[in-house]
Nanobody, 119 residues
Framework: QVRLVESGGGLVQPGGSLRLSCAASGNIDSHSVMGWYRQAPGKQREKVVLIRSGGVSNYAESVRGRFTISRDNGKNTVYLQMNNLKPEDTAVYYC?????????????WGEGTQVTVSA
């Protein structure tokens, strides 16, 4: 059984920061890519950023320079530092574990954590 458990979401003002964490349990050794997708109301779920176990990352252009992903391979834990948050960042953020870089490669998904950016 694989579980991904997110934490760290909440309400923040524009320009503020949040740090999300995702702890994976179970065997995800074959899923070397972890990271985050998000889904805003009425929109498609979209990639935020993914990171391979070796550290290579792949950011959406909308968050590049503002968000930073990191991971602890030994703990199978991934983090997302979100700075200079904007209202358009408001979404449910989902942790993922994937075999590759594409959405179809992501076999495991967390339940999601709400991030709301509002004054």
């Amino acid at each position: 059984q694989v579980r991904l458990v997110e934490s760290g979401g909440g309400l923040v003002q524009p320009g503020g920061s949040l740090r999300l964490s995702c702890a994976a349990s179970g065997n995800i050794d074959s899923h070397s890519v972890m990271g985050w997708y998000r889904q805003a109301p009425g929109k498609q779920r979209e990639k935020v950023v993914l990171i391979r176990s070796g550290g290579v990352s792949n950011y959406a252009e909308s968050v590049r320079g503002r968000f930073t992903i990191s991971r602890d391979n030994g703990k199978n834990t991934v983090y997302l530092q979100m700075n200079n948050l904007k209202p358009e960042d408001t979404a449910v953020y989902y942790c993922v574990a994937c075999r590759g870089w594409h959405k179809s490669d992501c076999a495991y998904w967390g339940e999601g954590t709400q991030v709301t950016v509002s004054a």
